[in-house]
């Protein structure tokens, strides 16, 4: 099995675990991934995470053009930003999920950082987590929200729309998404209860020990 065929396949397969977990449904969210070439595998327009095929991905060459497989998703100016600005990134993987929308359309929530430091995962996985404004689905003016961000961010929320997060490899984009919806389900869920969030002292820590980009 090439190392395409086995990219192929590990998106469909995380793409349906997300989705059975109830992370995105229907036809919403879109995966991206890096290979070797420098091109792209994208998951195609209208496709639903539940039963993806590996041979209808989206396929891009190194100077982004579309080579074989399905149309891609309509959110590829959001995927491009990413790669773009942030020379690191591997996968990029955008979803709908529930708590992350939900975080997002919540008037007292941080637009420099969405999520407050709860645990020290989510500071790990994610840095801080800007929330971009509303666009409507497709809107290339998203790309340019994320390029305004000079790579500074790998995770952003869109404002009623869901969250996107880039990662070094496929892995670590999944991780990071379902880390990012976990930690916005944990902020509703004790919302007006007041919780104890780290202190600077913890959260300082966390990021000289793990090399996190908090500026």
Request: glycine content about 8%; hydrophobic content about 40%.
């Amino acid at each position: 099995m090439t190392p395409e065929t086995k990219l192929r396949e590990k998106i469909c397969t995380l793409a349906a675990s997300m989705f059975e977990r109830g992370l995105t449904n229907g036809a919403s969210g879109n995966i991206s991934a890096r290979l070797e070439d420098g091109g792209l595998l994208v998951t195609p327009t209208g496709s639903t995470m539940r039963a993806l095929d590996p041979a209808r991905l989206s396929r891009f060459n190194a100077e982004g053009q579309l080579v074989s497989g399905d149309p891609p998703t309509k959110e590829m100016s959001l995927h491009s930003a990413f790669y773009d600005t942030r020379r690191t990134a591997g996968a990029v993987v955008h979803l709908h999920s529930t708590h992350s929308v939900a975080l997002s359309m919540l008037p007292e929530t941080d637009p420099k950082n969405v999520l407050p430091p709860l645990t020290a995962y989510s500071i790990m996985r994610l840095g801080k987590v800007a929330l971009l404004p509303y666009f409507r689905p497709g809107d290339p003016d998203m790309g340019q929200a994320v390029r305004g961000l000079a790579g500074k961010r790998a995770a952003v929320l869109l404002a009623n729309h869901g969250p996107v997060v880039a990662g070094k490899t496929l892995e670590a984009a999944v991780n990071a998404m379902e880390e990012l919806e976990e930690t916005a389900r944990l902020t509703l869920l004790t919302r007006g209860m007041h919780p104890i969030p780290l202190n600077p002292a913890q959260i300082r820590d966390v990021i000289e020990v793990f090399d996190v980009d908090w500026e």
